[in-house]
């Protein structure tokens, strides 16, 4: 025993020392010739077909590209880098890229531009090759070619390419199967023809053959890999099974229930979060799914499906939409609109004309107190909207309201209630009529038409930027070029500041609305990430190398003046993680009433019988430190306008008019506006002797293009947005206008001394003269004229000149 176990050791020594050996003299020798097939000289042109099953491939396309991809990136396994411009070979779309599947063709370049790799692991430094792959891409940002931000930050394609890449966010886009194209600049390179023992290319254990000058189509589902040299090889961009439609709809009612449960128990995001319990839920709601197939009854099915999304607590679902359902429940009225107020009334903020509460003698402004006998808080709480489910209290009570109010034709109602002004209570029995006004007047997206462009620009009269935000799911080239041509606009004019309106924008691509928000900053910040279902560990995986984060625009396309973001319960999912990214730094205030809507998850589509498409939280997104973010929570104001009589029966734009005062750094808030506790606007602001104390806000003289009926329900708000890094300084409010004097002296300058902030440049020598710029500490103007006082000074700004404090003037004779 004890010889065997010498003999053991002692070849297990020679082999650990001949091992060296042995690999230097494998290093020495050639590796041997690819076997090639359909040796036809190489590909000139590349032919192909790209499908998909899931609709979401397409939201907000607008370029998509089909592009010869340099696959250095993982060669290196760098997931940052770039895929040089001048290696990108753009193919042609041959059919409707919205109707797959279609066909595609891409010619190679006669001497491509890609990246050289040694990749034969033999020591020697060697010239290597050119990998490539072909890719669907869209592009979105710039000129027609992928830079950085089309690209997600760098790295190699994982889906609809025509290699295969794991799947398993674990997986780390390890490509393991498909096609490469592989350039050799002569036949003396070499190439792996295998994936090794560790069952990954261009690793150390790769067995490798030397491949012919030029093109060659490398085929990785084999073993050992083909090599084929074909004129014109086909190939299929390959749809990953991640992005797959999971589709159930050719099983039974029952079977399809089965597997929608089995999926969100899987891969929901937010089940310990929500406290989930999805045994329970199928023990509800199974026996409604075995009923409806046992009775072949698709109605039936389809209000079990909507009552099983309905009950799961996440904004981002929404069951079947069952018409007649809705039209029954809702077209009939009593011709009220309610709300609630902060001090806990319920009032009415709209009365249909020549209704049957205008008729009873309800007046705009009344408290309802009853309902059918029920407080009216308890009444409202038991309502299930029909836009249910929701991820926050706020918004659910916000549709409760809305449909609280609806009363089938026919129907009677007893309502207490108690006028404006009126202590006397009274009860009035109402009779259901066909009145849709008050329905509409309540609706979120109350004066949306649905031609609005995905980004609306203009300038206020008081010389303020206004912007409104749609979508982040239009047109993703429009939106860019009309985002971009604002901060033209906005520098050009040297715009004082910006208002960013949030309350009717519900969501989409939470990639672009980082970016749009990366113009306002100067730094590639990390904003977070998301974790996913992963199959092979049985739980959620954070991948460390892809975080969420800025990048950023052209120095020149970049914003720095004061921002205030407008929102509310209607700004959701992607809309929020724009107002989430411009509360980084402090960089944006956020003017609401409430939080945004709390809708956090990435999302995807599956398919139920009779034709559902149903959504499903998959994404989980934290914040740098692991925390979820926006789910279930919003993201509050930093500056919350109180819901009052005030605010509700206001004629202008009570977000509007707060915000205008916030970017202008008034010292006073309108309509008792205030910093929202915790927030960071609530900290110390700086003290006079810091800067020059700000002029009042002027109040607008036009406002944003808003429902104009002040009983309109308030769109939902935006997340909490910072206070911006750099303020506007403004000047004292003198007592009277002043005139101006006679044009200055030829020669004379004007050097701004303002201790490092930005002073506002007006149309007229007066603290309420409309705003038409700022000026920067330290730069000089030629002076035009001054004011009789002597407390203004004008200067050359613009085309037509701008007034400027005097007392931020250092005069140059």
Known sequence: MNRTRLLLTVLFLLTFVLTPAALLQAQNEEPPLAEIVNDEGGPAIVRGTMDYSNPLIALGVAQPL?????????????????????????????????????????????????????????????????????????????????EQRDQSGG????????????????????????KLIVWAPDDQQGFPSGFGEDGKLFTEDDPIVRLPAGYTIV?????PFTFDRSRYPEMVLIEPESLTLDDFSDLSYTEAFDAMIDLFRRKYSFTELKGIDWDAKA?????????????????AYRRALRDFIWSIPDGHLSGPFIQQDFVEATRGGIGIAIRDLDDGRTIVNFVTPDSPADR????????ILTWNGQPIDDYVDSIVPFSSPFSTDHVRRLQQLRYATRVRIGEEVEITFKNPGDEE?????????????????????????GAELPVEFRLLDNGLGYVKIYSFSDNELLTVQLWERMMQTL??????????????????SGFLADQMAAYFFDEPLELGQTGYYDESLGDFYFDPDQVDRFYLPDESLRYRGPVAVITGPNCGSACEFFTYAMTQQDRADVVAHYPTAGLGGSQNLFLMPEFEYLQISIGRPVDMEGNIIIEGVGVPPTVRVPVTEETLFAEGDPLLETAIAVVTGAEELPYGAAPFEGSPIAQPARRAEEAPAEEAAPTPTEEAVEEPTPAATPEPTE????????????????????????????????????????????????????????????????????????????????????WINADFAQINE
């Open 219 to 223: 085929d990785l589902d084999t073993d």
């Open 360 to 367: 009873a003698g309800i007046q705009r402004g009344a408290e």
């Open 719 to 802: 997340e909490a947005t910072p206070i911006p890094t750099e303020e506007a300084v403004e000047e004292p409010t003198p007592a009277a206008t002043p005139e101006p004097t006679e044009e200055e002296a030829v020669g004379a300058t004007v050097t701004i001394v303002s201790r490092g902030s930005r002073v506002i440049v007006r149309a007229q020598p007066s603290a309420t003269g409309s705003i038409i710029g700022l000026v920067n500490d330290g730069e000089t103007y030629t002076l035009l004229e001054r004011s009789a006082d002597g407390a203004w000074v004008k200067i050359d700004f613009g085309e037509s000149g701008g």
């Open 155 to 178: 790295g190699w394609s994982t889906a609809f390419a025509t290699t295969r890449a794991a799947t398993d966010p674990s997986g780390k886009g390890e490509i393991i199967g498909g």
């Open 491 to 508: 520098n050009r004019l040297r715009v004082p500041g910006l208002i960013i309106d949030m309350r009717q924008n519900g969501g989409g």
């Open 283 to 299: 023990a509800e709601f199974r026996p409604r799914f075995e009923e409806a197939e046992a009775n072949n009854d698709a109605l």
């Open 66 to 146: 089909i592009v010869l991809e340099d696959q250095a990136g993982f060669v290196d396994r760098n997931k940052g880098f770039i895929f040089p411009k001048e290696s990108q070979v753009l193919g042609q779309i041959l059919g409707d890229f919205f109707d797959p599947p279609f066909e595609w063709t891409l010619s190679l370049p006669i001497e491509p531009q890609g990246t050289l790799r040694d990749v034969d692991n033999n020591g020697r430094e060697d010239t290597g090759v050119m990998v490539f792959a072909i890719a669907y891409w869209t592009n979105i940002f710039g000129d027609p070619f992928l």
């Open 425 to 449: 209570v009274q009860t009035v029995v109402l009779t259901g009529e066909a009145e849709s006004e008050s329905f509409r007047i309540s609706s979120f997206n109350v004066g949306r038409t």
